[in-house]
């Protein structure tokens, strides 16, 4: 069974954020940022291929980086979870739903 990227995408950008925020280890939460991006990245080159696999990777990376001046205007939390539903929206249309 395979497992889809949107919600392991999604999930670690707001996993991310809450494990940051919680134990105020900011690079604790870039682990879990790291560890979901990584393994979405290699799923998304097995399922779509490398290319594709660029674009969802730099989509998930911007989202990371738009969401901290977008906290400034929306909020934290209305802002990561903005972020996260780009992310997992681009994975699901580029590379989830065609398996």
Do not use: N
């Not at 670690?12 to 280890?25: F, I, M, N, P």
């Not at 911007?62 to 996260?84: I, M, Q, R």
Request: one cysteine or more; aromatic letters at 8%; proline letters at 6%.
């Amino acid at each position: 069974m395979t497992v889809p990227t949107a919600p392991i995408a999604a999930g670690s950008l707001v996993g991310g954020y809450l494990v940051a925020r919680e134990t105020g280890v900011r690079p604790l939460g870039g682990v879990v940022l790291a560890a979901g991006g990584a393994w979405c990245t290699r799923q998304w080159a097995r399922s779509a291929g490398a290319p594709v696999a660029g674009v969802l990777l730099a989509t998930y990376l911007s989202g990371f980086g738009a969401s901290h001046p977008l906290a400034k205007k929306v909020g934290a939390w209305p802002s990561v979870v903005s972020v996260a539903a780009l992310s997992a929206g681009a994975s699901w249309a580029l590379a989830d739903r065609h398996r």
